[in-house]
């Protein structure tokens, strides 16, 4: 069964502090893993990371994939108030057309 | 604006009603698709639909049913069989549904129980 884990569950920071987020997945067959953030409603999309050891990066966000130990992170340098909120995780499954998600990490930065 | 609209924002339900939940696009996508979200926790999926008048079962599907009649709509009804329907759902769409597309939200329904 396909499954995403993500960790921590939450984490407070203070502004300027770097995080890393974490996913782990198991899949049949992999085709993608992606970022989303979400605030208050709509998740966001951030990332999608197809190869393995690629860095994809936005800003201060950055994103890396290793399908050999099969997990993600996501990294948040120079953080801001604005950077709070739930960031989700999730990959598609075997057929390529359902995305399964992780519970997500929840981020709390302080001024 | 291109992008996805659902309404209401806010929706609540007597036991033993139906209600639906509204979600339009614009994008031209032929994917879309419905989540629901539970306090601390990810989205799982009710139903998708690839294209015009089909749709398929998604993870949690038992007491909810949708049509896609067009392209640019894609309601979902809960029905009295869900029991615990509480909760914040979330429509999305994408191109196409395959493995290299990312889905895109709307900023969803949250529906009560009165």
């Known amino acids: 069964e396909d499954k995403v884990v993500q960790s921590p569950l939450s984490l407070v920071v203070h502004e300027g502090d770097t995080v890393t987020l974490n996913c782990s997945y198991e899949?049949?067959?992999?085709?993608?893993l992606l970022w989303y953030k979400q605030e208050k409603k709509a998740p966001t999309f951030l990332f999608m990371l197809t190869s393995s050891g690629i860095e994809k990066k936005s800003g201060r966000l950055s994103s890396i994939l290793d399908k050999k130990e099969l997990f993600s992170i996501l990294n948040i340098t120079a953080t801001q108030t604005g950077d709070s909120a739930i960031y989700l995780c999730a990959h598609f499954n075997n057929a390529g057309n359902m995305l399964t998600f992780g519970g997500g990490t929840r981020l709390m930065v302080k001024p | 604006d291109g992008g996805i609209t659902q309404s209401p924002k806010y929706l609540f339900r007597k036991e033993g009603q139906n209600v639906t939940l509204s979600c339009e696009q614009n994008l031209n996508h032929d994917a879309m698709y419905w989540y629901r979200q539970d306090p601390g926790q990810g989205l799982r999926l009710i139903y998708y639909s690839q294209i015009v008048n089909d749709f398929q079962k998604g993870d949690i599907a038992e007491g909810y049913s949708v049509s896609r009649e067009k392209k640019e709509s894609f309601p979902l009804t809960v029905t009295s069989a869900q029991k615990n329907p509480t909760a914040f759902y979330l429509c999305?769409?994408?191109?196409?549904?395959?493995?290299?597309?990312?889905?895109?939200f709307g900023d969803g329904t949250r529906l009560s129980i009165l």
């Open positions: 999305a769409s994408s191109i196409v549904a395959a493995g290299n597309q990312p889905q895109h």
């Open positions: 899949v049949t067959n992999f085709r993608s």
